[in-house]
Structures are given as C-alpha cells and as structure tokens.
C-alpha cells in the first residue's frame, strides 16, 4: 500500500471529537473546497460574469472532472460525464438502453436496489405502455432471471443498506449471453470499492458524487456510456446541452458527439467546484489501496462490534469480497441506537427498517476512528442509553 492514508485525512475539515462514519451517504467537507467556492463564486461569476462559461472554462468542467472519476470506476477517457441529478441520469441510461433493444419490453431490478432506481423504471414502463414490464426479484435470483425477453438489466452494485455487493463482472456476461444491455448504479461503489467499466465489457453506469466522492449535499451525479454505444444512444431527455450545436439554437435536436449527448441541463458549477477540490485529493490515491484499506477498517469493525454487542445482528456479508465499504448492523431499536450514538458524537445512519449503517471512507477514516466508535456503541448497549425518549422521536431525515 503507497497511499498516506493520514495526509488525505488531514485534506478533510473534520469537526473535533466526532467519528464520522456516514460518508457513504454525504460526505465531509474537503479543506479545499471552501476557497474553491471562493474563487468560483467571487473570482469567477463575480467579475467574469457570463464570461466564465468561456474564461474559466465552466463548459468543459462536466467532460474534464468526468474524466477524473472515470479514473476510479475503470472508464475510458472521454465517456463519462457530469451534470443533473442520479435520478435523471437514471433515466436517461434507462430510456437509452431500452430503446436498444426492440421487440423487448422487460426491465428487470432487484428488490433491494434503491428505490429511486425503481421508482424511474417504474415511470419509464407506464410512459412506455404497450406491454413493457418492470420486474422484480430477490437480489440472489437475479442471475436466473435473466431470460431472453429481457431488454435491460437494471441494478445497484452495492446495496445502500446492507452493502451485499452483486458481482458486476458475471451479471454483464449473462446479460449480454441473453442480448440485454445492462444499467448499473454506482452511487455506493465510485470512491468505495474496485470498478472496472471497461473490463468488465458494461453498457451504461450512473453514480453520484456527493457520497464517497464529497461534493457537498446536492452535488452533480455522472453518466458513463460505452464507447461502442455512444454514437447509437438517442437520450430520452434530449436537453439543450445535448445538442450538437446548443448555442445555435436549432429548433430541431441533433444529439452531440459520443458522451456529449448525455448533457441535460445547465451544469451547477459552484458544486463542480466543491467536487474539484475533492478530486485534488483522489488524484493521489489508487483505488486498490483504498480497498485494501477499506477492508481492513470493515473488518475491524465487524469482529469488534460482534465482540463487543451481541444483541446486534450482522445484516452485511460477512465476506469482505461480497459487500462495499460499509457494515450494517440490525436491531428493533435500530433508530434510537443510532441517535444515541450521534449525540455521543459518532455519526452513523439508520436505515428502514432495522438498519444501522456504518460507512468506511479511508480517505479519512482511521482504525482509531473504529476502535472510538466501538468503545462507545458498547457503552450504549450495555447501559441502554438508548432507551430514551428523545432518541425514539423521527426526525425527516434518517
């Protein structure tokens, strides 16, 4: 391992005295990021103005920082890029990898994939009508139900709830065997674990970037598009910055070129801006140290937690090669666990219905990190300092 784990650390603005393992559902503001957002937001739109599209190069930002985390998900250069939400670019694949296979109309997700995911194939069936199906089954059939009616196979590498991480390699040759075209979400595996687009032969992959990749709440999600598709996708959102020529503003659309014709909408620049700060540190990793160091604080974790509290229940694999960067546990009073432990300052999430969900980030997250917030799960435990009324009241967000 070349990686200095603990020089990225200090990279992150991380409040004293807490332990924060929830980055695989926002992660910590990079110390780079505020004078980013500076230099964007009074340098650049304070004195360019509109200028900056062309000055400070704002245009080229969604293909350029694509690019860089094409890097960490195995892409080749020039297929990915950024702009819109995951839902939208949900979709976009979706629409896209359907319209690829006429005569087809079966989509098949599992049930644990996030159920946005579901909810945009969902929308797509019913605007689609004339028989199109969205299927579903438990995440260990999916590889059986892979029949020769279906037209894409939609599914979340690593489950935001319990990391049960599907193997992306083997689902793609069985797709492709039965002529399906497959769409993977990377929310949970960009910046977690080992991906390999290109290796592994996938069609389309979205992911998110403010989880594991730290662009700040509300950050741009990414689209890849296999070379060998991207000049035939006709996208379902056909957006101005889209188009082959947006500024000559045709009243008919021609798609751009390759990876091009997956731009939507105007791209949020001052949250591109954040994500370069974040970047500057991930261009000093290599994704296989990261895992390596990933496992190793996921495993700590686990031995010790199962030690230390066996009321709770291991709801992850217990193999570290088939589960991402995260450990959940499960429990009846998973919610009011989870409080208790935030109000003693290690910050983890809940998830429906049962779920305690711990995310390992190395980029800065440290053994101590585990050994402190394992100290004080135990304390919780056996003392039920859990047991408390404040601790059982939801909140909006879990």
Known sequence: MTADFDA?????????????????SLGPLPRGAAEKLRACAEDEWGK??????????WMDKPRALGDRIGRLIGAEPGTVVLGDTLSIKVYQA?????????????????????????????????????????????PEAVEDAITPDLAVLMLTEVDYRTGRKHDMRR????????????????????????????????????????????????????????????????????????HEAPFAFDLDYRPGAGIERMRVGTPPILQMAALEASMDIWDRVDMADVRARSVALCEAFLTAVEAACPALALASPRDPESRGSQVSFRHPEGYAIMQALIAQGVIGDFRAPDI???????LYTSMEDVTGAVAILKRIMDDALWDRPEFKTRAKVT
Not at 95 to 118: C, H, M, Q, W, Y
Request: net charge neutral.
């Open 8 to 24: 990225t650390r200090a990279m992150f603005d991380l409040p004293e005295g807490v332990i924060y393992l929830d980055g695989n």
């Open 48 to 57: 360019m103005l509109i200028t900056a599209w062309n000055r400070a190069g």
């Open 94 to 138: 979706l629409a896209s990898a359907a319209e690829l296979r006429p005569g087809r109309k079966v989509i098949l997700s599992d049930t644990g994939n996030f159920p946005s995911d579901l909810y945009m194939a969902d929308g797509l069936v019913r605007t689609l009508g004339a028989g199109y199906e969205l299927r579903t089954v438990a």
């Open 171 to 242: 689902l793609i040759a069985r797709a492709h065997a039965a002529g399906a075209l497959v769409v993977w979400d990377l929310a949970h595996s960009a910046g977690a674990i080992e991906v390999d687009l290109a290796g592994s032969d996938a069609d389309f992959a979205v992911g998110c970037t403010y989880k594991y990749l730290n662009s700040g709440p509300g950050g741009p999600a990414f689209i890849y598009v296999a070379p060998r598709l991207a000049a035939q996708v006709r996208p379902a959102l056909s957006g101005w910055l889209g």
């Open 356 to 362: 305690l969900r711990f995310g390992f980030t190395p």
